[in-house]
Nanobody, 118 residues
Framework: QVQLVESGGGLVQPGGSLRLSCAAS????????MSWYRQAPGKERELVAR????????TYEDSVKGRFTISRDNARNTVYLQMDSLKPEDTAVYYC???????????WGQGTQVIVSS
C-alpha cells in the first residue's frame, strides 16, 4: 500500500534552515507529482510547494517563495523540502501528499513537526 514517511523536522531558530524528506513506497513514484502541505495550530492545512513527476516544474505558496525549495530524487523515491530563512510563522506540522488521479485518492504522511523559535 502507499506509504509516505516524513522526517527532518525539529526546533530551529529564526533565520535557520531545515531539510525535510519524504520517503515514498507502494506506488510508481516517478509517475506522480508530489506536494508538501503544512498545518499550523488552529489553522487549516495549506499547500506549501508542489513538484511535477519529472521535477521540471515547481510551484510555491507566496509566503515561502525564495526561501523554500522543493526537489525530488526519483531513484530514491524521495521528495525534499529545503527550508531556509525560517520564520516563526513557518511553525507547523509539515505533511507530504500524493494524489492519485486515476483512483481519485489522496495519500498523506504522518507529518513532521517544525518549530521556529528563539
Amino acid at each position: 500500500q502507499v506509504q509516505l514517511v516524513e522526517s527532518g523536522g525539529g526546533l530551529v531558530q529564526p533565520g535557520g534552515s531545515l531539510r525535510l524528506s519524504c520517503a515514498a513506497s507502494g506506488f510508481t513514484f516517478s509517475n506522480y507529482a508530489m506536494s508538501w502541505y503544512r498545518q499550523a495550530p488552529g489553522k487549516e492545512r495549506e499547500l506549501v510547494a508542489r513538484i511535477t513527476n519529472t521535477g521540471d516544474i515547481t510551484t510555491y505558496e507566496d509566503s515561502v517563495k525564495g526561501r523554500f525549495t522543493i526537489s525530488r530524487d526519483n531513484a530514491r523515491n524521495t521528495v525534499y523540502l529545503q527550508m531556509d530563512s525560517l520564520k516563526p510563522e513557518d511553525t507547523a506540522v509539515y505533511y507530504c501528499r500524493n494524489y492519485d488521479p486515476f483512483r481519485g485518492r489522496v495519500y498523506w504522511g504522518q507529518g513532521t513537526q517544525v518549530i521556529v523559535s528563539s
